[in-house]
C-alpha cells in the first residue's frame, strides 16, 4: 500500500455504527520498523468517542442476537471471502507496520481467513441440552445465550489473526463487537474495516472500530455497557483489565505471554529438533506468545546440539521482509531495546554470547529495529533471561541430566502457554505432557496451533483460552429454561 493510502487510512479512523468518523484524540505515529519512518498518525478515539462506538454496539445487539446462527454463518463466510480475495494488500500492510517477512504476513492472512470460515461452521452446530424435569410434566432445557457487546483488544505481532481469532467466535454466536487494534499496528485493521464497509452486508452496529492506545482500551473496559473483554497481550496489561473489569463484573478471556521452555531430551533426534526450536525463536523476529524462549537440553547432547543450533541461526537470512529475508526487524524502538536489555542483563548475570548479542553489523541495519539471532550459553536456571518474555530472536540454551530437573526448570515460570518437547522415548513424552503445567505442548514439532484446537495458557500466561470449540463457547453463557407443562 501506498503512503497516501496509508494516510487516507488514519484520515476517519473510526467506524461507528455504518459510518467512518475521524477520531480527536491524541494522534499516535506508526512507524515503519525497517525505514524507521512514520507511515501515518493515527488519532486516538476519546473516551466520548469509545462510548458511541460501544452504544452503537449495544444498539444493534438485540436484534444481531435474534438472527438465526445460519443467518451469522453467511455473514462470516462473506468477510472470509473479503479476506481471501484482497489477501495481497492485507498483507503488505502487515510487513509495513509489524516488519514481518512477506510468505508470514500471508500466512497470518489465510490464518485469519481460516478462522473466520471455521466459526462460520458453528452455524449449524450450536447445540442446547434438554434435561428431566424436577417432576412429572416438566423439561428443563439448557440453551447458549450470547454475551452481549464484546470489546476485543489486540496487540500488534498479529494484528488480523488475532482480531479474527475474536470475531469469528463473537460474532457467529451472536455478540456485537467493538475492535480496538494496537497502536502500534492498527492499519492493517483499519483496511480490512475499510472492505468490509464498502463490501459486506454486516447490519450496522454489529462491527465496530476504535483506535488509539491504553487510554482507549481502558474506556471500552471500564464502561457499563461492555459485556465481555477478549484481550490479547502483555500480562501485566491483562492484570490492569481485569482490576478494572470487576468494577462492573465484566467478564474478560485473557491470552497473554508465554516463556516457552523447549526440551531437548537425550534421544532427541536433532535432524528434527533443529529446525523446529530455530523456527519456534525465530518465527516474527521472536514476537509469538508461543515462541521458544528457553532451550533445556540434556547434558549429552548439549554441544553437539549448541553447534548445531548456532550454524542454523547463523544462516538465516536477516533483512528487508519484502525481499526474501527468514527474519525481519523487531516492531519497534521499545521491543529492540527490551531485547537488547534481556542480552546486556544475561551478559552481567554470566551468561556468554556464542552468536549475535546485539544489532548486526553492516551499513543496511544501521536505520531500523534490528536485532540478531542471538545465542547464549552459560546460563544457569535463576537468570532472569529464563524467567521474563523476551519476545526477541535470543536462546539461552541450558544442560539438564535428568527429565525431573527440565520439568522442575521449565515449570519455575510465572508462565504456562506454550512447552515443546523433542524426544523419540514414548514413556518420556508421555511423564513429560502429564508434569508440564502449560496450556499447549508441541511434541517433536515446532509451532504453529491449529485453529480447531485449543490455545490456552495456565498461570500468568492468561484465563479463558481460544480456538476450536472450547474458545468458541466462551462468548456464549448458558440460560436455563424450565417448562412445565404440567399433566392431565
Ligand atoms: P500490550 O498489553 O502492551 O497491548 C495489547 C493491547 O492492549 C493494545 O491494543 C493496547 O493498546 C491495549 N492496552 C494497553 N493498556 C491497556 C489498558 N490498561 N486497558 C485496555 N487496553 C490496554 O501487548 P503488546 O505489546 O501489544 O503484545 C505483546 C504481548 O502480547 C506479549 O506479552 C505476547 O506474549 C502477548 N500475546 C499473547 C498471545 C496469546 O494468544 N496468548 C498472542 C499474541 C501476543
Redesign the pocket.
Known amino acids: 500500500m501506498s503512503a497516501e493510502t496509508y494516510t487516507r487510512l488514519a484520515e476517519e479512523p473510526l467506524y461507528v455504527g455504518a459510518g467512518w468518523r475521524p477520531a480527536t484524540g491524541e494522534p499516535i505515529a506508526v512507524v515503519d520498523p525497517v525505514a524507521e519512518r512514520p507511515l501515518a498518525q493515527v488519532p486516538s478515539a476519546t473516551a466520548a468517542e469509545a462510548r458511541a462506538a460501544l452504544e452503537a454496539a449495544h444498539a444493534a445487539r438485540d436484534a444481531w442476537a435474534a438472527t438465526s446462527p445460519i443467518a451469522r454463518g453467511a455473514q462470516l463466510r462473506e468477510l472470509a471471502d473479503l479476506i481471501g480475495a484482497h489477501r495481497d494488500e492485507l498483507a503488505d500492510a502487515l510487513v509495513s507496520e509489524v516488519g514481518k517477512p512477506t510468505p508470514q504476513a500471508l500466512g497470518e492472512v489465510q490464518f485469519a481467513e481460516e478462522l473466520l470460515r471455521y466459526s462460520a461452521e458453528w452455524d449449524r452446530r450450536m447445540e442446547g441440552e434438554i434435561l428431566p424435569g424436577e417432576t412429572a410434566g416438566e423439561v428443563v432445557h439448557l440453551l447458549r445465550a450470547p454475551v452481549g457487546v464484546v470489546a476485543a483488544?489486540?496487540?500488534?505481532?498479529?494484528p488480523l489473526a488475532?482480531l479474527c481469532?475474536k470475531l469469528g467466535p463473537a460474532l457467529v454466536t451472536g455478540n456485537t463487537v467493538v475492535v480496538?487494534?494496537?497502536?502500534?499496528t492498527p492499519l492493517s485493521t483499519i483496511a480490512l474495516f475499510r472492505l468490509i464497509a464498502e463490501h459486506a452486508s454486516l447490519p450496522p452496529g454489529v462491527l465496530n472500530l476504535v483506535t488509539?492506545?491504553?487510554?482507549?482500551?481502558?474506556?471500552?473496559?471500564a464502561d457499563e455497557l461492555t459485556s465481555m473483554?477478549s484481550?490479547?497481550?502483555?500480562?501485566?496489561?491483562?492484570k490492569?483489565?481485569m482490576a478494572?473489569a470487576a468494577a462492573n463484573l465484566t467478564r474478560v478471556a485473557l491470552?497473554?505471554?508465554?516463556k516457552a521452555p523447549a526440551i531437548v531430551w537425550r534421544d532427541a533426534d536433532l535432524d528434527v529438533a533443529v529446525p523446529a526450536v530455530v523456527t519456534a525463536r525465530h518465527h516474527n523476529a521472536g514476537?509469538?506468545?508461543?515462541c521458544a524462549e528457553r532451550v533445556l537440553v540434556h547434558e549429552e547432547l548439549l554441544d553437539e546440539f549448541t553447534d548445531r543450533y548456532v550454524s542454523a541461526v547463523e544462516s538465516l537470512r536477516i533483512g528487508d521482509p519484502r525481499r526474501g529475508a527468514d527474519m525481519g526487524p523487531l516492531v519497534s524502538a521499545a521491543?529492540l531495546a527490551k531485547t537488547e536489555a534481556a542480552v546486556a542483563t544475561a551478559r552481567s548475570e554470566g551468561a556468554s554470547v556464542v552468536t549475535g548479542g546485539g544489532r548486526p553489523p553492516g551499513e543496511a541495519f544501521a536505520t531500523g529495529y534490528w536485532h540478531a539471532p542471538t545465542v547464549l550459553r552459560d546460563v544457569t536456571a535463576q537468570m532472569r533471561i529464563m524467567h521474563d518474555?523476551t519476545?526477541g530472536p535470543v536462546t539461552p540454551i541450558l544442560g539438564i541430566g535428568s527429565l525431573d530437573e527440565a520439568i522442575a526448570v521449565a515449570n519455575d515460570s510465572r508462565y504456562g502457554?506454550s512447552a515443546y518437547i523433542f524426544s523419540r522415548d514414548y514413556q518420556a513424552v508421555m511423564r513429560t505432557v502429564e508434569a508440564l503445567r502449560f496450556g499447549e505442548i508441541y511434541i517433536n514439532r515446532t509451532l504453529g496451533e491449529s485453529l480447531h484446537a485449543h490455545?490456552?495458557?495456565f498461570g500468568e500466561?492468561?484465563i479463558g483460552g481460544?480456538d476450536g470449540k472450547w474458545g468458541l463457547l466462551r462468548y456464549t453463557q448458558i440460560k436455563t429454561a424450565y417448562h412445565h407443562y404440567g399433566q392431565d
Open positions: 483488544i489486540c496487540p500488534w505481532n498479529f488475532v481469532r480496538k487494534p494496537s497502536e502500534v488509539g492506545g491504553r487510554e482507549t482500551g481502558a474506556a471500552l473496559v473483554v484481550f490479547t497481550g502483555h500480562k501485566d496489561t491483562g490492569a483489565i478494572a491470552e497473554l505471554g508465554g514476537q509469538v506468545c508461543t521491543q518474555e519476545f502457554l490455545h490456552s495458557g500466561s492468561g481460544e
